[in-house]
């Protein structure tokens, strides 16, 4: 029997044929790659890039991109890959999926996790919501990492946050029991809020806890920082 998925984001239609409106926790940006960007994009993505369209085909299996079955950690959006390197490289018995759905990002990634010498680490630009609804199974991470996810400051905008109590649902039935999910952000009503959403999630337990020390400073925490934000990290683990 073939599995059918429904459409990813952005390919999804009224019954009339018109593009449906969704609520999305990224705003489509540039695609244009800068020179070092477009060197590292031909040097690996080949490789290390996951195309969004492969995902659409009825046999897609990650372990055939990873080339090897291991122990599965999804990063969600790693923006210029300064983290993903160096934690990927630090577990080179687990394969890293690290989705972002902005491509000159996982341009510099990719760089980023040559220059770390990690080889287990993959790429795809599809919607990390969808991914995780569509193409993890239940119990199938052992790891999940969200660092400095979009804030989202305007009140109007709070339904865009990637952290809501549905996705802590969807996140938490993804991770193996045990496994953990780090988030970090510099917004501390935003911190409140996935304290709040993760605390309520009845298949989480964790919170705040001391900046993880193993996790690079990315641009995101260095700006924050700069501006005088506090950066706050939490941990759950799935019961
Ligand atoms: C504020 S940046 C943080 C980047 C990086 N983690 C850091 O600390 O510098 C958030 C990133 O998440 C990506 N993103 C947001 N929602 C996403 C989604 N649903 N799927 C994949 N990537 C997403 C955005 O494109 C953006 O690059």
Known sequence: MTHVRPARP?????PDGRRMREVLSYSRRGSRFTPSQQE????????WVIPDEAVDEPDFSLASWFGREAPLIVEIGPGVGEATGVLAAA?????VLALEVWTPGIAASLAEVAAAGATNVRFCS???????????????????WTFFPDPWPKTKHHKRRLVDRD???????????GAEWRLA????EYA?????????????SGGVVERWAERPVTKFERKGTEVGRDI???AYRRR
Not at 10 to 14: A, E, F, G, N, R
Not at 40 to 47: I, N, Q, V
Not at 126 to 144: I, K, Q, S, T
Not at 185 to 188: P, R, S
């Open 10 to 14: 952005h390919q999804k239609l009224t």
């Open 40 to 47: 590292a994009w031909d040097a690996h993505s080949e490789g």
């Open 91 to 95: 577990r080179p018995d687990h394969d």
């Open 126 to 144: 599809v919607d990390a919501v969808w991914m995780l609804e569509h193409m993890v199974p239940e119990g199938g991470l052992a790891a999940l």
């Open 167 to 177: 996705f802590a649902a969807v996140a938490a039935s993804r991770l193996a029991p």
């Open 185 to 188: 952000t510099d917004w501390a």
């Open 192 to 204: 409140d809020q996935m304290r709040a959403v993760l605390d309520a999630e009845p298949a989480l």
């Open 232 to 234: 706050t990290d939490l």
